[in-house]
């Protein structure tokens, strides 16, 4: 089986993409994250170029990590200056991290046009580079930047460029598609010819791009034609359309084309890796990323359900275990009291046959009416303790009124009243908001938070409406859904009507009422049957 | 050049995407743009298969279309009935529909496991239906499930499927990879020995999914193998991870590997066809989207924004504007002075140089708010009015006030009191209504026709409401987007605010007052210098 390294450039070239940015102390937790899940090489960042990467390399010289190597990334000396006195290369040297990433020009069109250095120039700039680097006693791998398009323009200088990193010593040179230009064929042909020319001498890398929807497909190409490296970005973070996604380039390196890349046992904490660095990046997760995401296994129409049923392999392409995933039978097709059951059984609610039966029933008119308990598991497990009557009400609604007033050249100004019962004692609140919801939950939360305290940590996370039959106009029936959190469990939360205030309403006590719910064991300890259940979680409903 | 097809099922797998909702008339939009793209075939679902269904193929029928066919779908025949008396086929060849483009089986496992068919009567299934479809004069495409697991388990078997439909007269088999497991180089194998075996006498066609992340990928391996159909859907939506993306997979095909697909002034249209479609379908816009997202072409490294300043080619894959997008535009392509003005042109709207500067920054800060125009229209249409000094109001406010309740066991009540003054009349009118903006539309509607009685034929026929910044909770930016009618025309207006009543209430006054300006020619007459342009009609922005 050959072996093919992992090289995650999160942290470096996944930072490029709109709106990310990471402190010290969350890079660090996405380091052990990705130490954790076997990944070989971990690019931190240019180090000593800002205080944050000080501090970063500074930490990570004493994190003690189980296999991953941590990288240095900088560029090839400045023309007027010696390697030796190139403060960036100074600064990659002096760092802890034993592997030094140098990328450098390759395409002559960049030469002439960006950097105006000369052919022969740039050849001694990365040679230079290089051999400094290993006298330093550093290891290094050569970033070929623009790599394809110089190969389609002039492929001999370009792979000048890539022997003078070789010659002097470096271990590995990277085909960087770096405008993501290039399409699978291309990449394979070219791969194939330096690892024809430079195989025996270096490891060939593959670093891609995703602008034309190819970046996984490129790499798989290049490793096809003989690369050894993949660098990637965990989900595809990075400039433009993002870099190749690793999440996707892993297992089917792994499980599709037979190589091996990380332990096999490591695999199945892909998915929970995946969202933990969304988590970290705050970036909400792509429900239908390949492979990890919450829709990528889950069935829907009758047929699939009962192929899936009858043999998996019939409507999936791998078994979702093996990357930490579940298969989810969309609750709207739980229709069967089985399923209910097992529900249940997860979230700890003892439920007899004849409740089964009724929460059966009732998710099935629910779901006609416009519920869905795909994002809404504290509903759902609402329902079902409610149909097995282990359920206590947090509290009882007498009224509530929310008044909106608008003036000429004046906003709308919101106030909402709440008249509600908790533990026999009567609470009337006021309060105003930025809107009729807003208002509403803090006249709620100032209410119930009297009696009790911990629910004012809850935070609304997240807050979609949904017109369900938009042509209906504003007479629309509207979906709410809400996701809460307390800081460590996040759970989402439905209600659906006519008037978006009272779907906005119920969605709103349910994720109140869950929180006040006794905690069942929870499905990540019950479920710890590897190590692949622990953490997903909060999207465990199927 | 070969000429390869485009095949979009937006309308069908599409809508197997989760949360994928669309009217008839929602559909309709959606094939209009699509026809314009310049797309060949366009699958708009079973016919008969539900009312809406129904309403769909009536509608169709009655749509002049300028190049694309619109195809039915539907399965073969079922085993114990004969291609005549199977109700499926039956309203398949009765739709006016040219193209019906049937699924079958091609896989054994399948046969054995899910639909329990032998393997001979499968192929009888497929030829009876085939040629029941040809009898009653269509054109029949053979879509072949599962195609690529089929033909790694058993490829001759999997090509008498093939033949059995090619035998019965179908002018194309496509074959598609169901479960998306497939990589590009496996498409490729298979896909150039079906065109060796059945290439002379139809067409090959390729289908495939994203759940590897290689949707696009395998579907340019498809064609590279000699597949002259690609069928996939806008912006991939789909079930699972989605089908293959067409968006994607157009501009390869005609700007990376030559190929012809649409006429070369057509693929302008793409980013603004793919924008158009997210909308519709209530999906936000990926603004890392390959080729037309926001940011395919944005740059933000300092080295980049260098590169691309001395030769664009440097930094960027091809030119944005081949396909309708553009470099850094980070607001829209509504900023420039040009498009104003000839958007005023198109309106009747006198603009001269100063207002259209100010109309210009006037967008700029309000999509930096949370405004988008794409899909209103009217709205815009009345921002430029206001800067043109043409512009007459149709009342002004004095208030309004908003007023629910609800009390245990009962829903919300809702009242809405608006006070407005229309031709120095003051009217002041209360209604009731399911939800706020129901209650303020009846109340408003109710002063204003009292003067302007033909108002009140106006329809509000789509409400969408989307959260901005969902992470905000319930303190969240709302935008709505209210689509109008007059039996006539369609229009759309736009309301941005924290307050979700605010919003809806100035898309709500933006639309009435739309129909109260003066009519204009008409964008349809006025801008007919070339196809192109003319017709993404009321959400023609760009």
Redesign the interface.
Known sequence: MTQVDLYDTTLRDGM???GMSLSASEKVRVVRALDRLGVQYIEAGFPASNPKEVELFEILSGEPLEQAQVCGFGMTRRRDVSAEDDPGLGALVSSFAPVCTLVGKT?A??LE??TRVSRAENLAMIGDSVAFCRGEGKRVIYDAE?FF?AWREDSAYALECLRAAVDAGAENVTLCD????S???QIAEATASVVAELGEEAAIGIHTH?????????S??GV?AGATLVQGTMNGYG????NA?LV?ILP?LQL??GYRCVPEERLGLLAETAHFVDEVC?V?AD?????V?R????H??G??V??VQ??A??????DPELVGNSREVLISELSGRGSVLSHADRAGIQLDEEAARRAVERVKEREHRGYQY?AADASFELLLRREAGDYESLF?????????????DS??E?EATVKIWVDGQRFLRTAE??????AL?RALRDAITELHPHLADI??????????????????V?RVL?DSSDGTDEWGSIGV??????A??EALVDSLEYAFQPKNPGPAESAASGPVRSGLGRDEVG
């Open positions: 490029q993409g709109q395409w069109l960049h046009k960006v623009h398009d770096t405008n993501g230009s399409l699978p064929h995703n602008d034309a929807e190819c970046g996984v497909a490129n798989l190409a096809r400039e433009r359309c993002g996604n996707s089917a599709k084309l705050n909400t429900p239908n990323q390949p492979y995401g829709n990528a296994f889950a829907k129409g047929m699939h009962a192929g009858s043999d392999r019939t409507f999936e392409h791998l795909e009882r609604l007498e009224s509530f009124r929310v008044v909106m007033e608008k003036r000429e906003g709308v919101t908001g930025n809107g009729p919801v807003n939950d935070e609304l996370t997240n807050y979609k409406v949904r017109i369900l039959d938009e042509d209906h106009g504003t007479g629309a509207t809400l009507s006519e008037n978006i205030i009272e906005s309403w």
